[in-house]
C-alpha cells in the first residue's frame, strides 16, 4: 500500500479524511482527520552456514515454517483453518 503519486492524497483529501494542518493530534480533542504513513522492509533470509561463512550478523534463527491450503480459498495466503 505505497503512496507513490500525489493523487491518492489528493482523492482523500477532497474526502476530508486527511488531516487539514499537517499536525497530528492522536488521543486528542483537536484530532481531525489522521496522516499516511509508510514502510519499508526487506528481509534477508539465507541459511545459517553461509550467514557464518560470509561473517554477517545472525539475528534470528528460523527453526521451522508450515502453511498448508487447499484449492478452495480465495488466495494462498488464505489458508482454511481446518486444512491443518
Same mark, same amino acid.
Given at each position: 500500500n505505497l503512496v507513490l503519486t500525489p493523487e491518492s492524497?489528493?482523492? #482523500?483529501s477532497n474526502l476530508g479524511v486527511i488531516l487539514p494542518v499537517g499536525i497530528c493530534y492522536a488521543f486528542d480533542g483537536r484530532a481531525n482527520g489522521y496522516s499516511r504513513g509508510e514502510g519499508i522492509v526487506c528481509l534477508i533470509i539465507k541459511p545459517l552456514?553461509?550467514? #557464518?561463512?560470509d561473517v554477517n550478523?545472525?539475528?534470528a534463527i528460523v527453526r521451522d515454517t508450515g502453511v498448508s491450503s487447499n484449492d478452495r480459498t480465495s488466495s494462498i495466503t488464505r489458508p482454511r483453518l481446518n486444512a491443518w
Open positions: 492524497f489528493a482523492g #482523500l552456514k553461509t550467514t #557464518l561463512m550478523p545472525v539475528r
